[in-house]
């Protein structure tokens, strides 16, 4: 039977168990430079200065002392050649181990170990066959090496063709099956060995465990003949990620000793299981305290929206650092508190540029953008430095006040402190160019970009689409098919979009379908309004209401959008009936839409029937419905323009009225001199300007 395992049991077998079985592999045999050592006293000191060089980083100085030695020992090349490899030098330590005058096993074992760290599986082999002789060690080395880089079935060809085998070779090759999920050979292999240890018995503990098969798992536990706190912890942390909390409490509770990581990952387990006031009472009993956990504590906290909780225990524990501060006052963001967020952001005595983002973050999504702004400004004159995340928040909020010239600004600060080669950042500039309408910037800013995910390409095409510009839109949706970025639903709202404004109405079927069957998207309630908005825009109501009827056959919920959609095409071609029958279902889902009780309203005075409308009227009164009035905003000159419906009290309100009236006249003449289909080209050419 094949099982599975969850990476994060998975991981540790890899980080905590394998590191301690590969260090004894380098360790075996270091007798033998112990003994080369004590022939040439007169080395040692040198040799312990190059392990000291190499164990702080200092490449240069240990080469450097290296080079300087009149006479040098295996020791000594072993030595450099293996700091070389913990230090990343790959190609030195192999260049110095060709160069070795003369070769001991242990250099051998090192360069393997070496080779088979960085990947170069060939090279390692290529060592293994041009040695004179080989030891346990060399084996172990290769074996380690084989499962290291993932080829688990030639690791264990490998092992069985082993010579020597010791509980290291044994435990390598079952803690690599387990990690993979072959239970089966592993514990095959488990059985077989005559000599177990307890790293033996704690691998199989953590796999099973890890698959689920907890039963097994502690029936391993019960017969090991002797524990260690490593095997305690393994138990445990198997029945914490099983669900089992109240098993590995006991087992807590009866462990001999405990660790940091015991203490630790059971508050973690206590944390995750949502036994929070368990898990603070035990945090305060540890006898080491984390400051991770405690983050991790009140994190959780503030996952499941107990935000005022948290921040009471903050201020009541002397426990917390700038990390445990930001995740509150992300908290409060979360639950729309800005004010309480902004007066924790201000009361902070230490700052870093993580909570001056997720502040300024906070702000944007809130729709206090002006604010997050002035807080950026604030950043650059007295704060830490903006890094690639404060950028993409400051140019998000830029796109959606929208201002162009702040966003200019910003993208001029981008590319003076160097993260113009940040594809986030890239991404951000060319939405903000697009949602603004410079639609020439955005779409320099996209061609500039080294490489494109699927971000970028939503941003031109949504961008396109946005402005009028339909075809360009699916001329950039084409280009992007052609290369690795795979389209997802955003990208189809976009392209669908484009069809509705350019009036592709078979090419938007065509891309509707082809979302589904070719790219394996379930249609969302974005996709559905698009095509109803396509099909009515252009008089189709008929096949609109057909195509609904098919999504409800369909068992899609239709959504008051997609009805709004429908009713909008009903008053542009005066279809009163289907028009009534969209509008009441959009009141069925929104009795508060102010608009639809309008749009109906206007609907049946404009075909006679004004008692309807007054009934409709009379309707909306009753329920209390107020209409909003329409707000739209301008920027001149960095300063922005806000104008509601019927107010007149903007200063130069005349002169816009007059400006208007003219502009009404001079559409007027051209309409006179052309057809309607030529006034929406030159309309559509106009948005992308």
């Known amino acids: 039977m094949f099982f599975i395992c969850r990476p994060t049991l998975a991981l540790r ?89 003369e070769c001991d096993i242990f250099s051998y074992n090192t360069v393997i170990a070496g080779l088979m760290q960085y990947g ?24 380690s090496g084989y499962i290291r880089n993932g080829m688990i079935d030639e690791a264990v060809k490998f092992f069985d063709q082993m010579p020597l085998k010791n509980v290291i070779s044994w435990n390598l090759v079952i803690g690599g099956l387990v990690n993979c999920g072959n239970f089966d050979l592993a514990e095959k292999y488990f059985e077989q060995m005559s000599t177990r240890d307890v790293v033996s018995w704690t691998i199989m503990i953590s796999g099973l465990a890890s698959a689920g098969r907890v039963v097994e798992a502690c029936k391993l536990f019960e017969a090991m003949p002797t524990r260690d706190t490593r095997a305690w912890n393994a138990m445990m942390i198997g029945y914490i990620e099983n669900g089992y909390i109240q098993d590995a409490e006991v087992l807590f509770q009866k462990m001999p000793e405990k660790d940091f990581e015991s203490w630790n990952r059971f508050v973690i387990g206590l944390v995750r299981n949502w036994k929070m006031k368990d898990a603070i009472r035990l945090f305060m009993e540890m006898p080491q305290k984390c400051q991770r956990t405690w983050n991790l504590i009140l994190l959780e906290l503030v996952r499941n929206s107990l935000i005022k909780e948290a921040h009471a225990f903050l201020e009541k524990f002397p426990y917390s650092d700038v990390v445990s501060w930001t995740n509150v006052i ?37 729709d206090h953008g002006e604010e997050g702004l002035r807080l ?87 961008g396109f689409a946005h402005h009028g510009n339909g075809i360009r839109a699916l001329e950039m949706f084409e280009g992007m098919i052609l290369t690795d970025v795979r389209p997802n639903s955003i990208t189809f709202v976009g392209v669908l979009s484009a069809c509705s404004h350019a009036g592709l109405v078979d090419q938007g ?66 279809n009163i009936e289907i028009g009534k029958i969209a509008g009441e279902r959009i009141l069925d889902l929104e009795p508060y839409n102010s608009g639809v009780y309008l749009i109906l309203a206007e609907m049946y005075v404009d075909c006679g029937k004004k ?15 107020k209409k909003q009035p329409g707000c ?58």
Not at 128 to 136: A, I, K, L, Y
Not at 345 to 356: I, P
Not at 509 to 529: G, L, N, R, V, W
């Open 120 to 143: 170069d599986v060939n090279g390692a082999r290529k060592v293994f066959h041009g040695m004179p002789c080989r030891d346990v060690v060399t084996w172990n080395s290769m074996l």
């Open 13 to 101: 077998l890899t980080h905590v168990l394998f590191p301690k079985l590969i260090g004894c592999l380098t360790t075996q045999k270091f007798f033998s430079q112990t003994h080369t050592a004590t022939i040439l006293p007169n080395l040692k000191p040198l040799n312990s200065k190059i392990t000291c060089y190499m164990r702080n980083g200092l490449t240069e100085e240990a080469h450097k002392l290296f080079d300087d030695m009149s006479y040098r020992n295996c020791v000594t090349w072993n030595t450099m050649i293996r700091g070389y490899f913990e230090n990343g030098k790959f190609h030195k330590a192999v260049n110095l181990f060709e160069k070795m005058p």
């Open 632 to 689: 739209s905003w301008i920027e001149i000159k960095n300063c922005g323009h806000i104008f509601l419906s019927g107010d007149s009290s903007h200063p130069e309100f005349s002169r816009i009225c007059c400006t208007l009236d003219l502009m009404h006249l001079e559409m007027g003449k051209k309409f006179s001199k052309s057809n309607s289909f030529s006034i929406i080209a030159n309309t559509s050419s106009f948005g992308c300007l």
């Open 330 to 366: 992300v908290g409060y963001f979360e639950i729309g508190e800005v004010a309480t967020a902004v007066k924790l952001f201000a009361l902070m005595s230490t700052t870093d540029t993580t909570l001056w983002n997720a502040t300024i973050f906070g702000l944007g999504e809130n």
């Open 376 to 462: 950026y400004m604030r950043m650059k004159e007295s704060g830490p430095a903006p890094d690639k995340a404060t950028f993409t928040s400051v140019l998000t909020i830029c796109s959606n006040l929208p201002s162009l010239q702040f966003g200019k600004q910003t993208h001029a600060h981008v590319v003076k402190s160097g993260f113009n080669c940040s594809i986030a950042v890239c991404n951000a500039m060319t939405t903000m160019y697009a949602r603004c309408g410079n639609m020439q910037s955005a779409l320099l800013e996209f061609s500039s970009m080294s490489s494109h995910d699927v971000i970028s390409w939503n941003s031109i095409i949504c």
């Open 509 to 574: 079927k065509y891309y509707f379908d082809f979302m589904k069957s070719k790219c394996c998207i379930q249609p969302a309630s974005e996709h559905y309004t698009c095509v109803v908005d396509l099909l009515g825009r252009y008089g189709l109501i008929d096949e609109a209401m057909h195509f609904l009827d098919r999504m409800t056959a369909d068992g899609v919920e239709v959504p008051a959008s997609v009805w709004g959609a429908l009713l909008g095409a009903c008053r542009n071609y005066k």
């Open 611 to 625: 008692q309807d409308a007054e009934r409709m009227w009379a309707r909306m009164k009753e329920k209390g419905v």
